[in-house]
């Protein structure tokens, strides 16, 4: 082979090598990237992994959470529906008892109706009996105006009970004085005495209502008689004036309404029992110095 022939060979196989070596440095690169995006994606993958492990624990404490605060939505509605339960029969029994009391006064002002005229005529009749232990005095009598004695063993009526707001507010001057006379009270065994604490429960109403009575007249002063009847049910019914020498007929409709509000039967329901009908005269001394 001459020299021309093997310059042309080397520079052949020269050729080669170099193509050669240019794709293996381009396959080696390919390879290189393609090793780098497979790192990648796994890396990827695994955080991928680790974020679905998140979600699941996620979602297993939220479910679990629900769960628990389903259960207690349920027992406090179990709660609930029992105490209302509860609330409506004890709703039911107030008002079983209060158509109990209704129907005890109705039947104890139909009774007083009907015995009203034999009883005056037995009283005008029979001879006043003696007084023993739990009887009550007689009805004094009702033509005669109230006497100084009457208001000696009396109480001075003190500021007790709520006003209703209707009631035209009021202060008592401090020279102004207003005193609960002896108690009259006949027929069915309650006691003066309940009567005279059942009128101090109304003491700051009264109070105004002589209040009210001074500003209209200052020189307003006189005795105020209230007749009525306690009924069976504690109530009393037929309340109203029957003296009134302070020449105010307000105040002695005031009076009458203060009176007349008054209700004994709660305090006796814990007894179970209806207290007794019982006619009353309650005479009121009003004055100042």
Not at 81 to 91: F, G, K, P, R, W
Not at 255 to 281: C, G, K
């Amino acid at each position: 082979m001459n020299t021309k022939h093997q310059a042309w060979w080397a520079a052949l196989v020269l050729t080669i090598a170099l193509v050669a070596s240019t794709v293996v440095a381009q396959v080696t690169e390919e390879v290189e990237e393609a090793t780098r995006a497979t790192e990648e994606a796994t890396e990827e993958a695994n955080e991928a992994v680790e974020g679905t492990e998140e979600a699941v624990q996620e979602a297993e404490e939220t479910a679990q959470e629900a769960e628990e605060g389903a259960a207690e939505a349920v027992q406090e509605a179990a709660e609930a529906e029992q105490e209302a339960a509860e609330a409506a029969q004890e709703a039911e029994e107030t008002a079983q008892e209060a158509e109990e009391a209704e129907q005890a006064i109705e039947q104890g002002a139909q009774q007083e109706d009907e015995a009203a005229p034999e009883t005056e005529e037995t009283a005008q009749e029979a001879p006043a009996p003696e007084e023993e232990e739990g009887e009550v005095e007689e009805v004094p009598e009702l033509d005669t105006e109230p006497t100084n004695e009457e208001f000696e063993d009396g109480d001075e009526l003190t500021d007790g009970g709520e006003v209703p707001p209707e009631v035209p507010a009021g202060t008592l001057p401090e020279n102004a004085h207003i005193r609960i006379g002896r108690v009259g009270s006949a027929r069915g065994g309650m006691r003066p005495q309940a009567f005279m604490g059942a009128v101090q429960s109304r003491g700051t109403w009264i109070r105004q209502c002589y209040a009210a009575a001074l500003e209209r007249n200052g020189d307003a002063a006189g005795v105020i008689v209230i007749r009525g009847t306690s009924g069976g049910g504690g109530q009393f019914h037929h309340v109203r004036v029957q003296t009134n020498t302070t020449g105010d007929d307000e105040l002695g409709q005031c009076v009458v309404q203060a009176i007349d509000s008054i209700e004994m039967l709660p305090r006796q329901r814990q007894h179970r029992r209806t207290l007794p009908q019982t006619h009353f005269r309650i005479p009121i001394r009003f004055w100042t110095e």
